[in-house]
């Protein structure tokens, strides 16, 4: 039998009916949808007069445009009050499980997933979000879609889809002090730019993949979007199967250990054949930062912005550049800092704000620095609290924020003003992406720390060590 890949294996046993010389109708084991993408789609199954085809394969959250305080009061901006409103009437029109604002497992649509026992091995996942892939760091193929395959979910649980090629990133060796999975994700994206895995679905391995957490997988995954890639996969593990022992259902755990067995047989067969192979050393990578404005322009924090070399791709760097206020050859390191962001699907799990908060513990938030501090959902919130580390923000000048997207991409009130600098532990630096002139650099929890307590751009190592 040909060895196959684990994104071949799962593709391969989900398709309904291939079309010959054309994309696959692919059946889907979990959807989960949101405000901003839906009521379109469900506007569309009622133009038609259908039903949702499985409305317990579907679940709904609240996330990209609720405020990130007060949630216990009306939402002021009406166009997003209009959206939260339209979700939760769709979902009880249709059947659907809906969190909305202050439920107790309300979040992040790509945190409450995982933690909630939703996202599981094996299975294809979609969503109305670019950042579906997050969920592959369990071994699954999961990946965004737009609104009118959101209707096409909805009512028939299928999607049509061509496959992608199939890319495996390997990282081995061990990775520094102070260097966390975003490094290793931005160090990544510098090396193949962020259009090397256009057309493809990337599978991570690699000794420095395995040594990660289900937090950290989640980032390298939910990042994959941001090289252009279709998604990205990890094979599940013990450390995968460790997580999921403690958030899935109670039916589930009555009989885990035969669901481990069958998980066990999701990895890539020896002598399993990718259309593109790169391999990088866990060594080379220091704490990144990036300088541009796409997440490709990266550098390690203590190395110089690169030079512009020639061309139409030199114009468009140095344009870049300039949105940014900076200049080739130059250090960023020391460079004042308006903002700093710790939050979004990418860093806002509780690991995340545990690396910032054992950071600035026993420092001072810097002057002239505002923070925002937002748990990725209503469960990491609480655990928090319970874990002091909201006291230990309070105690150095911070505020532990209500869970949602907040600046990651400000669709509600938490904007970063025009020209300032924001430190962002989110997934996209483009233009405006954070408010109008925003001017983004994207870094880990620890870099962001590091930043909130000094006021400038500041390598972790160095607090780190003290």
Known sequence: MEPKTLFDKIWDSHVVHSIQGGPDVLYIDRHFIHEVTSPQAFDGLRRRKIHVMRPGNTVATADHNIPTVNQHLPIKDELSRNQINRLEENCREFGIDYFGINHPKNGIVHVIGPEQGYTLPGMTIVCGDSHTATHGAFGNVSFGIGTSEVEMVLASQCIIQPKPAKMRITVNGELQKGVTAKDLILYVISKISSGGATGYFVEYAG????????????????????????????????????????????????????????????????????????????????????????????????????????????????????????????????????????????????????????????????????????????????????????????????????????????????????????????????????????????????????????????????????
């Open 207 to 466: 000794t420095a993949i395995k040594s990660l957490s289900m937090e950290g997988r989640m980032t390298v995954c939910n990042m994959s979007i941001e090289m252009g890639a279709r998604g990205g996969l990890i094979a599940p593990d013990m450390t995968t199967f460790e997580y999921l022992s403690e958030v899935v259902s109670p039916k589930m755990k009555a009989d885990f250990n035969s669901f481990v067995k069958i998980w066990s047989a999701l990895k890539s067969d020896e002598g399993a054949v990718f259309d593109k192979e790169m391999v990088f050393d866990a060594a080379d990578i220091k704490p990144m930062i990036t300088y541009g404005t796409n997440p490709g322009m990266g550098i390690p924090i203590d190395e110089k912005i690169p030079s512009a070399g020639s061309g139409k791709e030199a114009t468009a760097f140095l344009k870049s550049l300039d949105y940014m206020g900076f200049s080739p050859d130059i250090k960023i390191l020391g460079h004042p800092v308006d903002y700093v962001f710790v939050g979004s699907c990418t860093n806002g799990r509780i690991e995340d704000l545990r690396a910032f908060a054992g950071l600035v513990k026993g420092r001072k938030k810097a002057a002239g620095i505002t923070a925002l501090v937002v748990p990725g959902s209503k469960k990491v919130e609480q655990q928090a609290i319970r874990e002091g580390i909201a006291d230990v923000l309070k105690e150095s000048g911070f505020e532990l924020r209500q869970p949602g997207c907040s600046s990651c991409l400000a669709m509600n009130e938490d904007k970063i003003p025009a020209g300032k600098y924001a430190v962002s532990t989110s997934n996209r630096n483009f233009e405006g992406r954070q408010g109008p002139g925003a001017r983004t650099l994207l870094a880990s929890p620890l870099t962001a720390a590091a930043a909130a307590v000094t006021g400038v751009i500041t390598d972790p190592r160095d607090l780190l060590n003290n």
